[in-house]
T-cell receptor
Framework: DQQVKQNSPSLSVQEGRISILNCDYT??????FLWYKKYPAEGPTFLIS???IKDKNEDGRFTVFLNKSAKHLSLHIVPSQPGDSAVYFC??????????WGLGTSLAVNP | DADVTQTPRNRITKTGKRIMLECSQT?????MYWYRQDPGLGLRLIYY???????NKGEISDGYSVSRQAQAKFSLSLESAIPNQTALYFC?????????????????FGAGSRLTVL
C-alpha cells in the first residue's frame, strides 16, 4: 500500500492562476515533508519543505500547507508560470534515514 | 560541472550482460543513494550508503549490488541484466542528518541514467 499518495496524475492551469497540488499520507507519525520538481531529462530538484511543527511554509511563489489532522499537504503556486510545467513529487522523511515518494503530479501551465 | 554526475546517461544492453552505472559527486555529502523511476511507480530506493563503510538495502535491491569506492563515488551494478530492469536510474546525495531544519534531508540528484535491457 502506498504511504504517500498523489491522487491527481496531472493538472492543467492557465498562466497567472493558482496551481494546487495535493498529497495525502497514511502515517500520523510522519513529521517532515518535502516537495521536489522534475523536468524531463533532469533529476528531481528540491523545492520546499515543512516540518510537522508548522502548518505553512512559504518561499516566494511557492507555499506548502500541512493539515496534520487530515494527513494532507498541498503545494500552492501563485501565480503559475509556463516554466513551472514539470512533474511535482511529494516525499516524506521516515526515521531520518529515507524518503518515501508519491508517484508525482504532472503540471502543465498554459500560456 | 554538475554537482552529481552519472555515467553513462544512456545505455542499451542485452539480457544477461553485466552493467555498471557510476555516480560521482562534488558536494562533499556523506550520504549517497540509488533510485529507479518507472512509469506509474514513482521513485523507488535501491540502495543507500551513509558513509564508505555503511551500505544498506532499499526497497528493491534484488538483482542489484553497489560499491562505495570513496566518499564521492557510488556505483550500481546489475550482475546479469534482465528486461524488467529497464528504467531511469538516479543517483542522489545528501548531508548527514542534523535535525529537521538542517537541510540534511534534501537530496541532490544527478541527471539520470536511462538503461534499456533487450
Amino acid at each position: 500500500d502506498q504511504q504517500v499518495k498523489q491522487n491527481s496524475p496531472s493538472l492543467s492551469v492557465q498562466e497567472g492562476r493558482i496551481s494546487i497540488l495535493n498529497c495525502d499520507y497514511t502515517n500520523s507519525m510522519f513529521d517532515y515533508f518535502l516537495w521536489y520538481k522534475k523536468y524531463p531529462a533532469e533529476g528531481p530538484t528540491f523545492l520546499i519543505s515543512i516540518s510537522s511543527i508548522k502548518d505553512k511554509n512559504e518561499d516566494g511563489r511557492f507555499t506548502v500547507f500541512l493539515n496534520k489532522s487530515a494527513k494532507h499537504l498541498s503545494l500552492h503556486i501563485v501565480p503559475s508560470q509556463p516554466g513551472d510545467s514539470a512533474v511535482y513529487f511529494c516525499a516524506v522523511l521516515v526515521g531520518h534515514r529515507k524518503l518515501i515518494w508519491g508517484l508525482g503530479t504532472s503540471l502543465a501551465v498554459n500560456p | 560541472d554538475a554537482d552529481v554526475t552519472q555515467t553513462p546517461r544512456n545505455r542499451i544492453t542485452k539480457t544477461g550482460k553485466r552493467i555498471m552505472l557510476e555516480c560521482s559527486q562534488t558536494k562533499g555529502h556523506d550520504r549517497m543513494y540509488w533510485y529507479r523511476q518507472d512509469p506509474g511507480l514513482g521513485l523507488r530506493l535501491i540502495y543507500y550508503s551513509f558513509d564508505v563503510k555503511d551500505i544498506n538495502k532499499g526497497e528493491i535491491s534484488d538483482g542489484y549490488s553497489v560499491s562505495r569506492q570513496a566518499q564521492a563515488k557510488f556505483s550500481l551494478s546489475l550482475e546479469s541484466a534482465i528486461p524488467n530492469q529497464t528504467a531511469l536510474y538516479f543517483c542522489a546525495t545528501s548531508l548527514s542528518w542534523g535535525g529537521a531544519n538542517s537541510g540534511a534531508n534534501v537530496l541532490t540528484f544527478g541527471a539520470g541514467s536511462r538503461l534499456t535491457v533487450l
